[in-house]
């Protein structure tokens, strides 16, 4: 047992300093660094690249990537992107976060290759020394895990806690204007602790490489089984974090020890041992007090009020808004139905293999629709959607095999997909908007682990087979079919905004406690707009398991949808245009790249959605409503009546704060009996 014991300190130990390094660029930043897991791969890569490529010793290396490239890596995202999300909101913070998350692996690709990498090398000289302690063999790799753990705890909690830089960052937390008024500089602080945080990323990925491979989906898996104990440290404990990471570890272990190793069983729950902290934390807090805190209020009333960017993006977009309503119903509508007008002629000019992918755009389209439901309209960032249309092509797949007729199992898919969302919403929606990230995002590895990778369903890598409705089993007649479902569904998308539930939503998007005093109930509406989206998301999938005559549970892991979150945010998540030109620009772009481009360009357009939803801390509408909005403003410049009438409405009112007079909230106030 002592062995198991020992080796499960390793793989805790790893977790209690990534954990330790989440901890520390929350509290100082409120940012939850969703992208720690890929700036640990690239340190790690950077770090082979010297030692095994470039032939470097071991120390220079480790000093170079770990100690040098660590920091700095830190302080330039801090330069370029963290400074202006001091004051964003939850769900702009985890997107641009997301953004890096995507984008970092491949451009680790493109800077250092992609050769074939057998072991990455640790910190310890090769071959390992092997030592005996109480008969227990350990190596000088372990050994290093633990002293840099003790390091950590000691060093960190020390610093933090009884130093006058400690009581700097926490000072700055509570409010950095105030910190700045005392004579100390927010900035200066803020580079500090990003560039400590990039450190211990780089030191977690290093200490990993050995372990998990240099992978990057083995780290960010690593990194999101850390947030178990960022979630029971209530984002801020770091001693809490270190141990329950390291207990973590030892469960980890102790399983592997206790549990037959010939069941698939045993290493689906050992994968999965994060995930059910996670969730029975979650659990707990909910049904203990409600909720577990008010990520978005970091900094104080001084910081909100003397900082405009929140409020130019408000009146940047109720300018937008008020342009749109002073165009005519032809103003507003010709552009989208032209457009899918357009995207509708593809399908009979493209030939071949080509045809066969525009069912699959417009198969995720659909799904990229359920986004503009719940993150778009609702304000939510759910990363299950992909867990949605596993589900829905699973329940497709199922039933089909079973003389069900294909398009009913589609149906019974969403519907399945509703049930499951309205449960998520109702457990996570009180917590807050960091934590239904978090919530949503361990739903999603809980079914990808536990459910998708039954030994039924992967059918020896085979997947499960269906066949298309009987009217539409070629590719062309397919495609249309996959394009009338998303036209139906823009429709309702369309209606869904101008319902009440839809005003509520906008209500409760602007302001929480606005539409609460208007009598909305926001748990209520959301809790609906998480469910829609869930049943919009699993008639997608659906189609996108039709689309390609197979379910493949691999097609539907948790990460490969936070690039397809990535590519809708980079285009628009409130558009329903957008999430179109999300599904060909995601299913295209690859296609391209692959037929007539160089092997290298594959990389090229991870980089760009990651890229893009970084943008979204600049423009969180996306770049199709930004250049959408610049087009109605040279459509209004250039109609003469339409401007002295948009001038006149807003000559006679200049203090209205919203269309009509109105904010959201009193709109659905007017609505609601």
Not at 261 to 281: E, K, Y
Request: aromatic share 10%.
């Amino acid at each position: 047992m002592l062995q198991f014991v020992i080796a499960g300190l390793v793989l805790g130990g790893i977790y209690a300093i990534a954990s330790a390094g989440l901890v520390i660029t929350y509290t100082s930043s409120g940012i939850l660094n969703f992208a720690f897991g890929a700036i640990a791969f690239f340190i790690a890569r950077f770090y082979y690249f010297l030692h095994t490529q470039q032939n470097w010793a071991i120390i220079p290396s480790a000093l170079v990537s770990i100690v040098v490239a660590g920091p700095t890596f830190g302080v330039l995202l801090y330069a370029v992107l963290f400074r202006h999300l001091r004051l964003s909101s939850p769900l702009i913070k985890v997107v641009a976060t997301i953004g890096l998350l995507v984008a970092i692996p491949s451009l680790a690709t493109l800077i250092f290759g992609n050769p074939a990498i057998q072991q990455a090398p640790g910190l310890a000289p090769e071959p390992v020394a092997v030592y005996n302690f109480l008969g227990v063999a350990v190596t000088l790799d372990q050994i290093i895990v633990y002293a840099c753990v003790v390091v950590t705890v000691a060093v960190g909690a020390i610093v933090l806690r009884y130093t006058e830089i400690g009581l700097k960052v926490r000072a700055m937390v509570d409010s950095p204007a105030m910190t700045d008024l005392s004579g100390t500089n927010p900035n200066a602080i803020s580079v500090g602790v990003w560039a400590v945080s990039t450190f211990f990323a780089g030191l977690a990925g290093v200490l990993a490489a050995p372990i998990i491979g240099l992978d990057p989906d083995n780290f960010t898996l690593l990194i999101a089984a850390s947030f178990a104990a960022v979630v029971v440290a209530k984002m801020r404990n770091l001693p809490v974090a270190v141990a329950v990471g390291l207990l973590m570890g030892v469960a980890t272990s102790l399983i592997q020890r206790y549990l037959p190793s010939s069941s698939p069983w045993t290493t689906t729950i050992i994968d999965a041992v994060p995930f059910i902290v996670i969730a029975l934390m979650l659990i707990y807090n909910l049904g203990r007090r409600g909720r577990l805190g008010d990520v978005a209020g970091w900094g104080g009333a001084l910081d909100r009020a003397i900082t405009p960017q929140g409020e130019s993006r408000l009146a940047a977009s109720r300018s937008g808004m008020a342009e749109t309503a002073s165009l005519n119903v032809f103003g507003k509508y010709a552009g989208p139905v032209l457009f899918v007008a357009i995207i509708g002629l593809l399908p009979v000019i493209v030939q071949g293999y080509w045809i066969g992918l525009m069912a699959q755009v417009f198969a995720y389209g659909v799904i990229f629709l359920s986004w503009t439901i719940v993150t778009g309209e609702g304000g939510m960032l759910w990363l299950c959607q992909i867990t949605f249309a596993g589900v829905g092509a699973l329940t497709t797949a199922q039933l089909a095999n079973h003389g069900v007729p294909v398009l009913a199992g589609v149906l019974v898919g969403g519907v399945i997909a509703l049930a499951m969302g309205m449960i998520i919403g109702f457990l996570s929606i009180r917590l807050g908007d960091l934590y239904v990230a978090l919530v949503t995002l361990t739903f999603g590895l809980l079914m990808e682990n536990l459910v998708f990778t039954l030994p039924t369903f992967v059918n020896q890598g085979l997947g499960l087979t269906l066949n298309r409705p009987s009217f539409a089993t070629s590719d062309l007649s397919f495609a249309y079919l996959c394009l009338v479902v998303f036209v139906v569904v823009s429709l309702f998308v369309v209606n869904f905004r101008r319902s009440t539930t839809g005003l509520a939503l906008n209500a409760a998007r602007w302001s929480d406690a606005g539409a609460k005093t208007s009598g909305v109930s926001v748990v209520q509406m959301k809790v609906i707009a998480g469910a829609v989206a869930a049943f919009i998301a699993g008639i997608g999938g659906g189609l996108l398991a039709l689309s390609q005559t197979t379910f493949q549970p691999s097609e539907f892991a948790t990460f490969a949808g936070v690039v397809w979150l990535a590519v809708l945010v980079t285009i628009g998540v409130r558009s329903n245009a957008a999430a179109l030109i999300a599904g060909l620009t995601f299913v295209m772009l690859p296609a391209i790249a692959q037929a007539y481009l160089p092997a290298w360009t594959a990389n090229v357009a991870p980089v760009l959605f990651g890229l893009g939803a970084v943008s979204a801390a600049k423009y969180p509408d996306g770049a199709l409503a930004e250049q959408s909005r610049r087009l109605r403003q040279l459509v209004l410049h250039l109609t003469p009546a339409m401007s002295s009438d948009l001038s006149g409405s807003e000559g006679s009112s200049p203090s209205t704060p919203d269309l009509g007079g109105t904010d959201p909230a009193v709109r659905v106030a007017e609505r609601v009996p």
